[in-house]
Every structure is written in C-alpha cells, then in structure tokens.
C-alpha cells in the first residue's frame, strides 16, 4: 500500500513539473486509451440503444460471435430499459443494479453492455446502452488521434462574465436530435489579435452545482482540416462558479466523439470565432501534410 501511494505521488510530483507542452502531449496519450485501448474505449462500441421512460430493447446475438450482437425487437439475451430516467438490466431472470450496468454486464466472451442515464430529447432523461465488442476492428484499426502541434499563443485568458438567468439552450445534434444545456455565461478574450466574446455553456443551471463548462464552436478552418460540425473547449479548475477570470487553452479543443463513433449524440456547434484556430484537434477524416 505505501509503495503505491508513493508511487501515486511521485506521478503527481513529475506531472506537476512538466512544461504545458509536455502536459498537453500526455493528455493526447490519454486521448488514445480512450479511444481504442480501454475496456470501455469509444471505439469498442458496437450498436448503442437510447431509450426514454416505458421503452424497451433487446440485445440479440449468437453465443461465440462478438461481431452478430445488435439491439433489436426480438428475442434476446438480455432486455434493456428504463424507469423514473434510470437504466434497467434483465437477464437470465436477474434484474441488474444501476452501479452493476454502469461497470458492464457480462454477455459473452468480449462482449458486455454499458447503460447510464442521459439526455435522450431535450431535457428528458432517459438511458444509453452501449455494446463493447473487444474484438471491434475500429478499435484496431484507429491510429490515434491528430491535433495541430502545440502553440503557446492558442492559451488565451479572458475575463468571464456570468449570465443570472443562465437560460437553456437547445442544441441539434448528429443524430437528428435536440439535446439541452444552460448558458452560463460568456468569456471575452484576444485571439490572434482579435476580440471576440464565446457563450460558454454548462449541464445544470444550479451555480453550486456548475464545475465544468464548455463551448461548442467553429472557426475558419471548420471543414477545410478542421473537423466539420465544430469542436468543443472546456473551462475547469475555476473553483466556484462564476469565475471572473477565465484561461481557454485551445490546444485542448477536441472533436466530438461523433467524429469518429455514430453511437453518441453530439450538440452541433452553432457559435463561432472569425479566425483560424490552427490548434487542437483536427479532422480525422481529411489528410494532412
């Protein structure tokens, strides 16, 4: 136990005495893992159900087949679905626990679902449920991810104004439906030597409970190396909300998940900065030299 705790610390102690650039660079390290190497990597996912309160779905598939097992109407291994906005599990007679759906339930040999709650129209609260498939060859095949290289001048500070009513938003997302979030406030900041002001944007309106915030945004270089519906840039590490002064770092912008998985649904950026933003991520789908 100390050992690893010492170890722990010692991990802290290196993170903390690495330059920005170093920083950023592990992150991306940690992107990947995401992506493809983890048990629950993005890339793993193979047929994904979302599901309001009363629906119901069911996993079928052949036994010794990771690649056969889709969501359908049909008899099936197990039955996915939701009460009261909270994921339900039944198999083999046994109705799952929420924290037990959320660590994966076991339905062959490298396959097991995933089921949180989530936003499955605007403001409504029902279920995901993800098949993981350890065997997908998207995970295989994914060659990591590809940012613009890392510029010091795309780490912007602001200053944060905060919006008392904090209205809700409603967002199109990639998979043809709305998805909700509060509008908390906007930063006004310096880019490449221009002003610009950027709505920031958060899941709950309650202020004790606003920890994170995101924008969803496009720039000059949206679809040409860019990715296409935009990318996002999150404020964290703020304390309590509202900040009055904000850091932006956009070496960190980073493509929805859709840009790379047709399981998620993701807001499609509408609010947009009048430059180039040649940091973070690019579009996986174009080449570049």
Request: glycine share 8%.
């Amino acid at each position: 136990m100390r050992s690893a705790i010492l170890a722990a610390g010692l991990a802290l102690l290196a993170l903390a005495a690495a330059t920005p650039e170093q920083q950023w660079k592990a992150s991306l390290a940690d992107d990947n893992k995401d992506w493809a190497l983890k048990p629950h990597a993005i890339l793993k996912i193979q047929d994904a159900a979302y599901l309001a309160d009363g629906q119901s779905s069911n996993l079928m598939g052949n036994r010794g087949r990771p690649g056969s097992y889709r969501w359908g109407s049909g008899a099936g291994v197990l039955a996915a679905s939701v009460k009261d906005g909270h994921p339900v599990i039944v198999m083999g007679g046994k109705t799952y626990t929420e924290a037990e759906i959320a660590k994966g339930i076991a339905v062959d040999r490298d396959i097991d679902v995933v089921g949180a709650p989530t936003q499955v129209s605007a403001g409504v609260i029902g279920a995901r449920f993800f098949v993981f498939n350890q065997q997908n060859p998207d995970a295989k095949a994914f060659k990591g991810v590809d940012y613009f290289p890392y510029d010091p001048r795309y780490v912007v500070q602001g200053t944060f104004r905060a919006d008392p009513k904090r209205p809700a938003r409603v967002f199109r997302t990639s998979r043809g439906t709305d998805k909700q979030f509060y509008r908390v406030g906007e930063a006004r900041f310096t880019l490449n030597g221009q002003s610009f002001t950027l709505p920031f944007y958060a899941d709950s309106r309650d202020p004790a409970q606003i920890r994170t915030m995101a924008a969803f945004f496009t720039d000059d270089l949206t679809g040409k190396g860019a990715y296409g519906s935009g990318r996002y840039v999150d404020i964290d590490s703020f304390g309590s909300f509202p900040p009055s002064n904000v850091a932006i770092d956009f070496n960190y912008a980073y493509n929805p998940n859709c840009s790379r998985s047709r399981f998620y649904t993701c807001p499609i950026a509408t609010d947009n900065l009048a430059t180039a933003v040649k940091a973070g991520e690019r579009d996986p789908h174009a080449s570049h030299s």
